[in-house]
C-alpha cells in the first residue's frame, strides 16, 4: 500500500506548491500569505508520459492546508480515478487519509481504504499509519512505520496482515536527503522471507528554484515520499 506511487510519481513531478500556516513542520517552507484568493497553491498539474496522461486537481482548508487531491488517469483509452481526502484535528496535523476508488468488483470491494495516522503524545512527527479495508467478508488490516533522522522520514517499513496471522515485513524504503533538504537518493527494498534485497535505486537530482508544492514529512503518508522537496526535480 505504501510503495503505491514511489516511482510513477518520479517520473511526472513537475510543478507543485506549498499549504500550511497553522501547523507547519520544520520541513515545510510555506509560501508568504496571500489573501483570500488561491495565490501561489497549486490547483491543477498534468502529467504526460508517452500516450498516458494524469490529471492531479488539488484543494486546500482555510489554513492553505492540503484538504484533497485527485488523479485522473488516462492508458490506453481507459479511465480510472482515484481521490485522497485529507482529515485533520483542531491542530491541523493530519490524521485520517480516505482513498477512493471505482471497485473493482462492487460485490467484492468497499469504496474506499481508509489510512489512520497516529502520534506519540506531544509530538508532530507521526510514527506509524494504518491502513483499513475490506475484501469481501474479511476485514484488512496493513501498517506502515516510519523513523526519523533530524527532523526527516528516512526510512519506511510497510507490514501486511493476513487474516489469521500477524503482521510480516514487506518492504522497506531508505531515503537519504541532500544538503538543501531534499531526498535525493530512495533505496527501496523487498523482502524475501527474513532477507532484505535492494531491489531499486534512484537518484534525484534538482534545481535550486523554490518548489510550488512542498508537503515535507506528510507527502510520505500519499505515498509520493518525493513530495517532501523544498526544490524541484529535474532528473531522476
Given amino acids: 500500500m ?11 513531478l513537475l ?44 484543494e486546500y482548508n482555510a489554513s492553505k492546508q492540503l484538504a484533497k487531491m485527485s488523479e485522473t488517469f488516462n492508458s490506453g483509452g481507459t ?22 476508488s471505482p471497485k473493482p468488483n ?6 474506499s481504504v481508509v489510512q489512520s495516522i497516529h502520534y506519540p503524545a506531544g ?8 491502513f483499513s479495508f475490506r475484501l469481501g467478508a474479511l476485514n484488512i488490516t496493513d501498517s506502515t512505520a516510519f523513523t526519523y533522522t533530524n527532523g526527516r ?23 537519504t536527503y541532500d544538503l538543501s533538504g531534499n531526498m535525493s537518493i530512495a533505496k ?19 534545481d535550486d528554484k523554490k518548489a510550488t508544492l512542498q508537503l515535507g514529512n506528510e507527502a510520505h503518508l500519499l505515498g509520493i515520499g518525493q513530495l517532501t522537496a523544498k526544490n524541484n526535480i529535474i532528473k531522476a
Fill in 153 to 175: 522520514v528516512t526510512n519506511i517499513f510497510d507490514y501486511r496482515n493476513k487474516p489469521g496471522s500477524v503482521y510480516t515485513l514487506a518492504g522497506k524504503v531508505e531515503y
Fill in 188 to 206: 527501496i527494498y523487498s523482502y524475501s522471507t527474513i532477507t532484505a534485497n535492494d531491489t531499486l535505486t534512484v537518484t534525484l537530482l534538482y
Fill in 123 to 130: 509530538s508532530l512527527d507521526f510514527d506509524y499509519k494504518l
Fill in 106 to 111: 462492487t460485490s467484492v470491494f468497499t469504496d
Fill in 2 to 12: 505504501n510503495l503505491r506511487s514511489c516511482i510513477p510519481g518520479i517520473i511526472g
Fill in 79 to 100: 479511465t480510472s480515478n482515484i481521490t485522497y481526502k485529507l482529515m485533520r484535528d483542531n491542530d491541523g496535523k493530519l490524521v485520517q487519509v480516505v482513498l477512493g
Fill in 15 to 58: 510543478a507543485f506548491s506549498s499549504c500550511e500556516k497553522a501547523y507547519t513542520p520544520g520541513d515545510i517552507n510555506p509560501p508568504a500569505p496571500t489573501g483570500s484568493s488561491n495565490g501561489s497553491l497549486l490547483v491543477k498539474n498534468v502529467t504526460i508520459a508517452n500516450t498516458d496522461t494524469t490529471v492531479t486537481t488539488y
